[in-house]
């Protein structure tokens, strides 16, 4: 162990909140660390490396359980990286999903917008769109939600 912090210096030097690594090693993504004999917990700079992968993981929307995955892939450095393509691309699709749902949602907006007589309620388009609710016109699906 070439250096031991505490929690709290590691939180500041990954970023990541004290929850949230003491959540990591209850789900085991992050090895429980050895203690002082005061029971506080200290972390290794091998420790900072993964906290730091699992944060990048994570800020990418990969799922907790894409991030295990990828983790114990990362341990066999001489096996296939298969698994971790598909784990990409099946994350590169979610997202290409939620972006042509987002730019159908912009698609309606601008819609609803331009035709917008900034008038009275009476001529308002964007409230004539929001009261078609399908009739003529379908809109577009949530981007939030997944199809």
Not at 19 to 28: H, L, V
Not at 76 to 89: F, H, L, N, T, V
Request: proline content about 7%; overall charge positive.
């Amino acid at each position: 162990m070439k250096y031991a912090v505490p929690i709290g210096v590691l939180a500041r030097k990954t970023g990541v909140k004290i929850p949230t690594i003491r959540y990591y090693e209850q789900i085991g993504l992050l090895p429980a660390p050895p203690r002082t004999k005061s029971n506080r917990r200290l972390y290794a700079a091998d420790d900072a490396a993964r906290l730091a992968f699992i944060r990048h993981a994570r800020q990418l929307g990969f799922e907790l359980s894409a991030v295990r995955t990828l983790l114990a892939l990362q341990e066999k450095p001489e096996q296939s990286c298969g698994e971790a393509d598909r784990i990409a691309r099946a994350r590169l699709a979610e997202v290409n999903d939620k972006i042509a749902r987002l730019t159908a949602l912009k698609a309606e907006l601008d819609r609803m917008a331009k035709g917008c007589a900034r008038g009275k309620i009476a001529a308002c388009r964007v409230i004539e769109v929001l009261t078609e609710q399908g009739h003529d016109h379908q809109p577009p699906p949530s981007p939030w939600k997944k199809s």
